[in-house]
């Protein structure tokens, strides 16, 4: 009997410290896991809180390209050589069509100087030969026309009196001797044929040379000129 009542003593308190180790973990369970405090009974434990949404994507602004340069700026795109101190910039350079303008040279049309001093000297040559042939014969038989430039050995063709060519035996060698008049007079007509010829070709050389344009560029503190007749080009200050 009393192996029996001890047996049932030891179940009790095994059974008792059972409950309250349940007791204690249902406890610990209950803890705030922020705070470490028992949460009231019946609640829930807290939830951690959600990250806070990402701001919206934002574009960056538009950048406007940079101006172009204008005279006088260097173009930070373009390369550039450093030069020796003293160095002089060519007077001109050629020009080609689409290229930009270096910067200190500016863009010029000027006639062809090539044709222009070729079509004054041909025309000058041309003329002054007529004058002082017509001087020489003291302007007689319209030769007064050859005072008109390019077109006047023509003029003096149209108007002029020709010399009738006799053919006759004067020796009476039974042969037609030449007429030195009438040979005389063929002279001068030559003559104002490649006259007429030659200050007509140096009046075509000067209309191409005025109306052809030729493009270059010129320095900027330069300047040229072109009269008839002459070139002048100088310095700006």
């Not at 050589?81 to 350079?93: M, R, T």
């Not at 010829?197 to 109306?211: I, S």
Request: aromatic share 8%.
């Amino acid at each position: 009997m009393r192996i029996a009542m001890e047996r049932i003593g030891c179940a009790a308190a095994g059974l008792f410290a059972a409950v309250i180790a349940l007791s204690g973990v249902g406890r610990a369970q209950q803890l705030s896991p922020f705070t470490g405090q028992p949460l009231p009974p019946n609640s829930a434990p807290a939830t951690q809180p959600s990250p806070p949404a990402a701001p919206p994507a934002v574009a960056p602004p538009a950048v406007a390209p940079p101006p172009l340069p204008g005279p006088g700026v260097p173009d930070p795109n373009r390369p550039y050589v450093l030069v020796p101190p003293g160095y002089q910039a060519p007077f001109e350079l050629p020009y080609r069509s689409g290229e930009p303008v270096p910067m200190g040279y500016r863009l010029v049309e000027e006639p062809v100087r090539g044709l222009l001093i070729s079509g004054w000297l041909v025309t000058g040559v041309g003329y002054g030969l007529g004058v002082m042939a017509a001087a020489v014969a003291d302007f007689a038989n319209e030769s007064s026309w050859m005072l008109v430039p390019v077109i006047g050995p023509w003029l003096t063709l149209g108007t002029r009196e020709y010399y009738r060519c006799k053919d006759e035996d004067a020796d009476g060698d039974g042969m037609e001797d030449s007429d030195p008049e009438c040979l005389q007079d063929g002279l001068v007509v030559l003559g104002l044929v490649i006259n007429g010829m030659m200050q007509g070709g140096g009046a075509a050389l000067l209309f191409m040379g005025y109306t052809i344009k030729k493009k270059k560029l010129i320095r900027e503190d330069m300047h040229v000129g072109i009269a008839p007749g002459r070139v002048t080009f100088g310095m700006s200050w």
